[in-house]
């Protein structure tokens, strides 16, 4: 499997998938490819529009969005590599299973195909969506996801505690989660920050740190370049 995490598609200050450019040219390097795009966890704007954005972010590929097929499936034959986009997790994985994508995408990508995914789209190559940090806007008929990778993946990772807040803070609610999972480690994916996965090595690559949560240990930064391969 060759496999590009991101945990944004824009960072301050460039354009869409912009900064992730060298994670893409090591994941898809030679041009003309076809990438079925799942745009379904879009909410507030329409799928057209995140095809074209997409498209515009992956100049030099030809990217077809699977909602324009009568069969979703269909897209995931004529495509060369596929790619899931951000937006809601909870609506990506009730469309994934509504369509019948989640076990059709999974065969594809262990049988060879290359996958993309940011932000939602990267949560959902973990076992299951409840590191997201999405509002559950719609009930999905299971939390399992794609299940591509061990560790569960928090996109958007953020250490910030904000004067007079009084609930907890990202990394307090990633610490439940493990405590209660005690077998499935999270790794807390800053802003510019990318797993690249290729067979059984995992690499963090990008230009921030990802914070690492694993059972019986405390929080770790990993800075980019970092071998993450033991929780593959």
């Known amino acids: 499997m060759r496999l590009l995490l991101l945990s944004t598609s824009r960072t301050h200050g460039t354009g869409y998938l912009e900064h992730a450019a060298p994670g893409l040219a090591w994941w898809l390097p030679e041009d003309g490819k076809r990438i079925a795009f799942v745009p379904y966890a879009a ?22 969005g699977v909602h324009r097929f009568d069969d ?11 790619a899931i ?3 809601n997790t909870f609506k990506l994985v009730h469309d994934l299973r509504h369509f019948g994508l989640m076990e059709a995408i999974r065969e594809r990508v262990h049988g060879g195909r290359p996958f993309l995914g940011w932000s939602a789209g990267a949560n959902v190559a973990a076992p299951r969506l409840c590191t997201t940090n999405d509002m559950p806007i719609i009930e999905p008929a ?28 990202r990394e307090e609610r990633l610490q439940e989660f493990v405590l209660l999972n005690p077998d ?9 920050a990318w797993l690249e996965v290729e067979g059984e090595r995992m690499t963090l690559g990008g230009v921030r740190s990802a914070r690492v949560f694993e059972p019986g240990r405390d929080p770790k930064d990993m800075d980019p ?8």
């Not at 499935?184 to 510019?192: K, T, W």
């Open 43 to 64: 909410v507030r704007f329409d799928y057209d529009a995140y095809e074209a954005m997409v498209q515009g972010g992956l100049e030099g590929h030809e990217v077809m």
């Open 225 to 232: 370049g970092a071998d993450l391969s033991h929780l593959r």
């Open 72 to 82: 979703p499936l269909a897209a995931l034959d004529e495509a060369d590599a596929v």
């Open 184 to 192: 499935v480690p999270v790794i807390g994916l800053r802003e510019g």
């Open 85 to 87: 986009g951000g937006g």
């Open 142 to 169: 299971s939390f399992r996801t794609l299940g591509l990778i061990r560790p569960q993946i928090n996109p958007h990772f953020l250490d910030a505690h904000p004067d007079g807040h009084m609930g907890e803070t």
